[in-house]
């Protein structure tokens, strides 16, 4: 753990199978920086253990660069695919596996929880998260693709919350 002060930085992730979107924030004397806002993508014929071996290593690669403290991530949402939903808690396993080899702590969020931390409204649309973020974070435009602007949102999420503070030391 990081001593009190110094800058913090948390890796904010957005699973999915074809697309997996990432962010890192660093928090600095509770200014809010993006580190980086993108994706990794997959092959839509790629067979599904490959897919997973991808994005661990790709993930791999970017918590080596980025060194965060702590993992925020969205939490599956079920609602009438169990086949979606069991892919996308196999790629939170992923998200898992590589947070508990580095020590990192992990915090899920709702899709809900997200909304409400960014916008104030549990039931904001996609577009308004986005537009929200584009004015916090004084972006001349609203961040690409999809998964990574989500990415973003639940980092901030995650920066903003109690759980985030109890962290800080």
């Not at 699973?15 to 993508?41: M, R, V, W, Y």
């Not at 892919?87 to 709702?110: D, E, T």
């Not at 998964?147 to 919350?161: E, V």
Request: proline fraction near 5%.
């Amino acid at each position: 753990m990081k001593k009190p002060g110094s800058p913090q930085r948390i890796a904010g992730f957005d699973p999915g199978t074809a697309s997996l979107g990432f962010a890192i924030l660093e928090k600095n004397q509770g200014e809010l920086k993006i580190l980086i806002c993108d994706s990794l993508h997959t092959g839509k014929d790629t067979p599904f253990e490959k897919r997973l071996l991808f994005l661990y290593e790709g993930l791999k690669k970017l918590v080596k660069s980025y060194r965060p403290d702590v993992v925020a991530c969205e939490e599956v949402y079920f609602n009438k695919n169990a086949r979606t939903a069991f892919a996308v808690g196999s790629v939170i396993g992923v998200i898992l596996l590589l947070a508990g080899q580095k020590g990192l702590p992990v915090f899920m969020y709702s899709p809900i929880q997200v909304k409400m931390s960014v916008t104030g409204y549990g039931r904001a649309s996609k577009g308004q998260v986005q537009e929200m973020l584009s004015r916090l974070f004084k972006l001349t435009q609203i961040p690409k693709p999809d998964d990574a602007a989500d990415a973003l949102a639940i980092a901030f999420c995650h920066a903003n919350s109690i759980r985030w503070r109890e962290t800080e030391g």
